[in-house]
Nanobody, 115 residues
Framework: QVQFVESGGGLVQPGGSLRLSCAVSGIFFRIVSMAWYRQAPGKQRELVAG???????NYADSVQGRFTISRDNAENTVYLQMNSLKPADTAVYYCNRWASPLDSWGQGTQVTVSS
């Protein structure tokens, strides 16, 4: 059974940084493109960043230049480094497969950007 366990969220001031982690089990991680998604209160879940099997990345316009997605195939983990955080980045962040996310989502990790 596929399992996603996100961690690393918290409360941070505008301009601050956080690094999110997502431990993945139950799938052959090395052959799966992965992504980070987020859902703010009252809004639909949106794609934030994706990373392919070979390390190619893609970012939403709203986070381009501030966020960096990476993966460690040996640890079955995907990361999201978030810099220059803004209040608009406040959301619950999830990881899942890129482009065709699985129905089973993790619990997510809350990121709150506020002064």
């Amino acid at each position: 059974q596929v399992q996603f366990v996100e961690s690393g969220g918290g409360l941070v001031q505008p301009g601050g940084s956080l690094r999110l982690s997502c431990a993945v089990s139950g799938i052959f991680f090395r052959i799966v493109s992965m992504a980070w998604y987020r859902q703010a209160p009252g809004k639909q879940r949106e794609l934030v960043a994706g990373i392919s099997l070979t390390g190619n990345t893609n970012y939403a316009d709203s986070v381009q230049g501030r966020f960096t997605i990476s993966r460690d195939n040996a640890e079955n983990t995907v990361y999201l480094q978030m810099n220059s955080l803004k209040p608009a980045d406040t959301a619950v962040y999830y990881c899942n497969r890129w482009a065709s996310p699985l129905d089973s989502w993790g619990q997510g990790t809350q990121v709150t950007v506020s002064s």
